[in-house]
């Protein structure tokens, strides 16, 4: 058993079993990839894909655990490489940052700015992408961290430390009927058009505002980036529901901002990633500069929690920023 064989099979798994694309982003031959596989099955004496015909169809149960138990080892190896970086070289290394368009816009430019001065020897990686796609990045071990604030598809394997606390807004045009409400209700909501996030998740905080209140939103355009949806409330489409901190008086003061804290309840954005993961200085750097009171001492207590639920448990009482 190779450790190429382990990260062939790791990686067909990561491209959705294409071998193809899997031998051009590893820069090999696609029938080496095949046959290593084959080895490595016949080695073991399972079969750790279907085939239909000469295409992988499908990972099998034994080929599941032996997949996951694989992740662990590549990881593992990466760390004995990444531990002795942290010596030879402490200031060097890569970072990767998966997250959703409001938090790339309106919450991580200072921080990154701060981070890149203080490690200008550090490759930065950035990406962008729905909550649910950046676990599974942070998870897939593709991304080092994930920000979010849903955290609906988050695993044991992962750990989440809550960052700080955001509202929701109702943004509309000096115009508008709302313009001049003191404290609007959900029920004057639901005589509008609305422009917002995407409420088709039952379990989204906007969704189930408008059910406790058996009200049904009138959804006319939803959308992830809060720039698109001021630029639809400027149009005049509808009425906007935006994350608060997307709006800024040197931008936008041709909106006016109605507070939504009593209708919506407010969100957590979280950092995420895996338990396996080896974090190096540098990273306990840039999660404390982007949450102040997560410093390296409270992340490695937090690292030995036994899952997520204990995480949590322990900011009970704790007063995080709000954005």
């Given at each position: 058993?190779?450790?190429?064989?382990?990260r062939?099979?790791?990686e067909?798994?990561?491209?959705?079993?294409?071998?193809?694309?899997?031998?051009?982003?590893?820069?090999?031959?696609?029938p080496?990839?095949?046959?290593?596989?084959?080895?490595?099955?016949?080695?073991?004496?399972?079969?750790?894909?279907?085939?239909?015909?000469?295409?992988?169809?499908?990972?099998?149960?034994?080929?599941?655990?032996?997949?996951?138990?694989?992740?662990?080892?590549?990881?593992?190896?990466?760390?004995?490489?990444?531990?002795?970086?942290?010596?030879?070289?402490p200031?060097?290394?890569?970072?990767?940052?998966?997250?959703t368009?409001?938090?790339?816009?309106?919450?991580?430019?200072?921080?990154?700015q701060?981070?890149?001065?203080?490690?200008?020897?550090?490759?930065?990686?950035?990406?962008?992408?729905?909550?649910?796609?950046?676990?599974?990045?942070?998870?897939?071990?593709?991304?080092?961290?994930?920000?979010?604030?849903?955290?609906?598809?988050?695993?044991d394997?992962?750990?989440?430390?809550?960052?700080?606390?955001?509202?929701?807004?109702?943004?509309?045009?000096?115009?508008?009927?709302?313009?001049?409400?003191?404290?609007?209700?959900?029920?004057?909501?639901?005589?509008?058009?609305?422009?917002?996030?995407?409420?088709?998740?039952?379990?989204?905080?906007?969704?189930?505002?408008?059910?406790?209140?058996?009200?049904?939103?009138?959804?006319?355009?939803?959308?992830?980036?809060?720039?698109?949806?001021?630029?639809?409330?400027?149009?005049?489409?509808?009425?906007?529901?935006?994350?608060?901190?997307?709006?800024?008086?040197?931008?936008?003061?041709?909106?006016?901002?109605?507070?939504?804290?009593h209708?919506?309840?407010?969100?957590?954005?979280?950092?995420?990633?895996?338990?396996?993961?080896?974090l190096?200085?540098?990273?306990?750097?840039?999660?404390?500069?982007?949450?102040?009171?997560?410093?390296?001492?409270?992340?490695?207590?937090?690292?030995?929690?036994?899952?997520?639920?204990?995480?949590?448990?322990?900011?009970?009482?704790?007063?995080?920023?709000?954005?």
């Amino acid at each position: 058993m190779k450790l190429q064989q382990l990260r062939y099979i790791v990686e067909v798994v990561n491209n959705d079993l294409n071998v193809s694309l899997t031998s051009e982003k590893l820069y090999t031959s696609q029938p080496g990839i095949s046959k290593q596989i084959k080895l490595l099955e016949d080695e073991l004496g399972v079969q750790i894909f279907t085939r239909t015909g000469k295409h992988l169809s499908e990972v099998t149960a034994v080929g599941q655990k032996i997949v996951a138990l694989a992740r662990e080892v590549l990881n593992k190896s990466q760390d004995i490489k990444i531990i002795a970086k942290e010596f030879s070289q402490p200031n060097q290394g890569s970072l990767t940052i998966t997250t959703t368009y409001t938090q790339a816009r309106y919450s991580l430019p200072k921080v990154i700015q701060q981070f890149m001065k203080q490690y200008p020897s550090i490759t930065l990686h950035m990406e962008q992408g729905s909550s649910s796609q950046c676990i599974s990045q942070a998870q897939s071990g593709q991304a080092d961290f994930a920000i979010v604030t849903d955290l609906s598809q988050l695993s044991d394997d992962m750990i989440a430390l809550p960052c700080y606390h955001w509202n929701q807004a109702v943004i509309v045009m000096k115009d508008h009927p709302l313009a001049k409400s003191h404290l609007i209700s959900i029920n004057e909501l639901s005589k509008y058009p609305l422009v917002s996030y995407d409420f088709t998740n039952d379990g989204s905080d906007l969704n189930q505002a408008f059910i406790k209140a058996n009200q049904s939103p009138n959804i006319v355009f939803s959308t992830t980036d809060a720039d698109l949806i001021k630029t639809y409330v400027k149009l005049g489409v509808g009425v906007g529901i935006v994350a608060k901190m997307a709006v800024t008086t040197a931008s936008d003061d041709d909106l006016v901002v109605l507070n939504a804290g009593h209708i919506f309840p407010y969100s957590t954005t979280y950092i995420i990633f895996a338990r396996s993961l080896f974090l190096r200085r540098y990273m306990f750097d840039f999660i404390s500069q982007f949450s102040q009171h997560l410093n390296q001492q409270t992340i490695e207590q937090l690292l030995s929690c036994e899952n997520n639920t204990e995480v949590l448990a322990r900011f009970n009482g704790v007063k995080l920023p709000i954005k």
